[in-house]
């Protein structure tokens, strides 16, 4: 038997004991760490949020003691590692997490021109172009693959990461377009009775079959020695059997008037609605056909220029605008304003005129701001197929000549044994002119000249060119 003291050693060397082998039991307990999510996907450009983590050594919370490290780059494809380290008694316990940065977007194509394009039947598609851009790899246009199929072209391309787009472009084999037919010098032509139809000339275009002038099939009733109005047609089919069919009228006029004994009225600037219809009475009851070269005035004077037409006189042009700033200012700005007033016309009359008057004619000084551009223009409508008339008759009616008398004076004097082509004004409120016109016309009858209307076959009168 133990003495009491020796039990009471006994039992502190036992708890002793205990203590120091749970402490050595404990110490030797390593740090444990916890991911949650465990591996990680991102995609490019996303960023990187800790999913979270736990660390422990018995049941002593250690996380935060726990020390991350890593070296993620969201925009870069790769596989990064993310560590979590905790330090106990000198020694590093880690895990590790992996995180894979992916390309998953798909590169877009971009298809210049239409989605659907409608090409001639006779044609191959003409590629108009495309483009492809990664996210990741950047332009890859040279990288994508075209196939082409009976109704669309396939455009294909894999980015690098594998990522693939594809997509169509529609083609639809079909010819809307009928053929265009070009007369030239317009579709009015007049000759005297007995001479003989020159052709001016005609041009058919397709827009899939290219030039098929040599298919036009003329046709015409035209007989030279009667008087009267005729037509020539003009018929072509393309290759898909598109039709156009386009006239031109021919009047036969009487017999040509002898030489040097002609005059020619014209009558710039109008219509207007206090001039033009008395003046058209006067000529309707004397019998005699003028030339009006009109301006582009308001629509509700359209009617005195479909009258003008329908009464036998030529409808020329003279321009939209009468603006010499603006239609000088260079070839396009006048043909532009040309084009107005003969699509007008050509809207009243369906006659596509193709006789011109320059405003303040081909010898203009009023240009000069453009030097030069006179030159150009009279060369250029010529080109065009246009016939400009300048006058060697004057009648002050725009200057000088306030009374009727003025104007009948001026006219007569200035009258020859030449083609008389004078120059007076329809313009609103010139009634000098209208009071004028008939003693003129009388004067004119009574000494033998023939009053004719100018055509494309009227010899041209040309000023000389001042700019
Ligand atoms: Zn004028």
Redesign the pocket.
Known sequence: MMEKEEKWLFALAIILLITDFLIVLVSNIIPQITLKDGNIILNLGDTFEEPGYYASRAYYDMTKQVLIEDNINTNKIGSYKVTYTIYYQGQAYQKIRYVTVLDQTPPTITLKGNTTVTVCPNKKYQEEGYESIDNYDGDLTKEVETEINKDFIQYSVKDHSGNFTSIKRFIKYEDNEAPIITLHEGNAYSLYIGESYKEPGFQAIDNCDGDITKKVIVNSNLDTNKKGTYEITYEVTDSSSKTTKESRKVVVLGPKPANGKVIYLTF??GPSSSITPELLDILKEENVKATFFVLNHGSNLDYLIKREYDEGHTVAL?GSS?NYKQIYSSTDAFFNDLSIIQNKVESITGEKPMIIRF?GGSSNTVSRFNPGIMSILTKEVNMKGYHYFDWNVGSGDAGEAHTPDEVYNNVIKNLGNKNNVVLMHDYAGNYKTLNAIKRIIRYGKNNGYTFERITMNTPEIHHRVAN
């Open positions: 710039d600037d003279h009468h405003p």
